[in-house]
Structures are given as structure tokens and as C-alpha cells.
Nanobody, 124 residues
């Protein structure tokens, strides 16, 4: 049974930082690419960042580029999202997901399994 469990969300002031973690189990983590998405109330789920199976390729949405960094530790079956210079518009539920393609993907439909999400709230 595949499980993705996010952690690290919370309430932070604008300009602050958080690091999200997503622990994976149930299949061979090192062969899957991973992505972070977010969904704010009343809005569609949107791409944030993704990383290939090896970590050699990454991508980030223009809205977070230069502020957010995705990384992974295949020995720990964990993917991270380091978020710096947070803005109120970053407030959302953040989800991690895995893709059997193994490569960086931006579309929700390219991902197979999803975590339950972790809330990030940025106050102004």
C-alpha cells in the first residue's frame, strides 16, 4: 500500500520560512519522480515544484522560483520543499505526489498517488 505523508506545515509570518517533508512508503521511492502542489480555498490545485527520480532535474512554478527549493533523499524515502520569503498568497494546503514516469511533470494527471496535505498559512 502506497502512502505519502506530509508534515512541516503551520502558521508563519510573511517573510518567514518553512520546510515541508513528505515521507513515502509502499513502493520503490528512488524510481519515482515527486511533485509538490498546492490548493487554496476556491482555487484549483496548482503545480509548485517537481524533482526527477535521481534528483538531477528539478522544476518550479514561476510564482515560487527563487524562493522554494525541492530536494529528495532517496535513502530516507523523503522529498522536501524548502520555502523561503513566504508571502500571504502562498497560503494553501500543500500536497506531495509521486509519478511513475520518473521525470519532472507539471500536470496533476501525471501523478499516481497523493498525500493528505499539510496546511501552510502565511500571515501579513
Amino acid at each position: 500500500q502506497v502512502q505519502l505523508v506530509e508534515s512541516g506545515g503551520g502558521l508563519v509570518q510573511a517573510g518567514g520560512s518553512l520546510r515541508l517533508s513528505c515521507a513515502a512508503s509502499g513502493r520503490t521511492f528512488s524510481t519515482y519522480s515527486m511533485g509538490w502542489f498546492r490548493q487554496a480555498p476556491g482555487k484549483e490545485r496548482e503545480f509548485v515544484a517537481a524533482i526527477s527520480w535521481s534528483g538531477g532535474s528539478t522544476s518550479a512554478a514561476d510564482s515560487v522560483k527563487g524562493r522554494f527549493t525541492i530536494s529528495r533523499d532517496n535513502a530516507k524515502n523523503t522529498v522536501y520543499l524548502r520555502m523561503n520569503s513566504l508571502k500571504p498568497e502562498d497560503t494553501a494546503v500543500y500536497y506531495c505526489a509521486d509519478s511513475s514516469t520518473g521525470w519532472v511533470r507539471h500536470n496533476v494527471y501525471d501523478y499516481d498517488y497523493w498525500g493528505q496535505g499539510t496546511q501552510v498559512t502565511v500571515s501579513s
